[in-house]
């Protein structure tokens, strides 16, 4: 069994590396010649935070993320049937495979994860660890996103896209979707 050390690895660069190719990943901060002339000839040391889990805790993490009947979309399609609306879910037919989908009324509705879609709440947040696959990664998410809404409003759908932090107030989230709902533009 390998033991993990809460120590972060540390990697040594010679300054002109350190300018050449900057590593978003562990630097908190950029350097430049033009801002740091006299410390040229340096040695930095960066480090970078190593996984606290063992890779098989981590593939079992990672293999429990569900991306359909999340809790969050759970409450949504609690919310959608008690303010008495049929949908139906995850319709391959139409563009983005909404959640919900209200196929009489053209209208569907996307429940996303704070972090999986990049929210800008506290749940959205990227892990400190190979920043610059998240930040890729959830970028492709979105633009991913924005495809499926722009689809949808070209064929005469209406969408909303509920986050997994807005079904913390279930009111204002019941209300949210009630008034979508009613609308008839």
């Known amino acids: 069994m390998q033991t993990l050390s809460a120590?972060?690895?540390?990697r040594r660069l010679?300054?002109?590396q350190v300018f050449r190719d900057p590593i978003p990943t562990t630097i908190p901060w950029r350097l430049s010649h033009a801002a740091f002339p006299a410390h040229s000839d340096k040695t930095y040391y960066l480090s970078q935070m190593t996984d606290t889990r063992s890779p098989e805790q981590r593939s079992r993490i990672m293999r429990s993320v569900k991306s359909k009947h999340t809790k969050p979309e759970l409450a949504v399609r609690r919310?959608?049937?008690?303010l008495g609306y049929g949908?139906?879910?995850?319709?391959k037919d139409l563009p983005g495979k909404p959640d919900l989908?209200?196929?009489?009324?053209?209208?569907?509705?996307?429940?996303?994860?704070?972090?999986?879609?990049?929210?800008?709440c506290p749940k959205g947040r990227?892990?400190?660890s190979r920043q610059g696959f998240w930040v890729d990664k959830i970028e492709k998410n979105q633009q991913r996103d924005r495809r499926a809404v722009e689809a949808l409003t070209n064929n005469g759908w209406q969408t909303l896209t509920i986050w997994q932090c807005e079904?913390?107030?279930?009111?204002?989230?019941r209300e949210k979707i009630s008034t979508f709902l009613a609308s008839n533009s």
């Open 101 to 120: 989908a209200f196929i009489g009324r053209k209208k569907a509705i996307f429940v996303h994860g704070c972090f999986w879609h990049g929210h800008d």
């Open 126 to 128: 990227l892990p400190k």
């Open 7 to 10: 120590r972060p690895t540390v």
């Open 79 to 82: 919310i959608v049937r008690s």
């Open 14 to 16: 010679d300054a002109d």
């Open 87 to 91: 949908y139906r879910i995850h319709r």
């Open 167 to 173: 079904l913390r107030d279930s009111d204002a989230a």
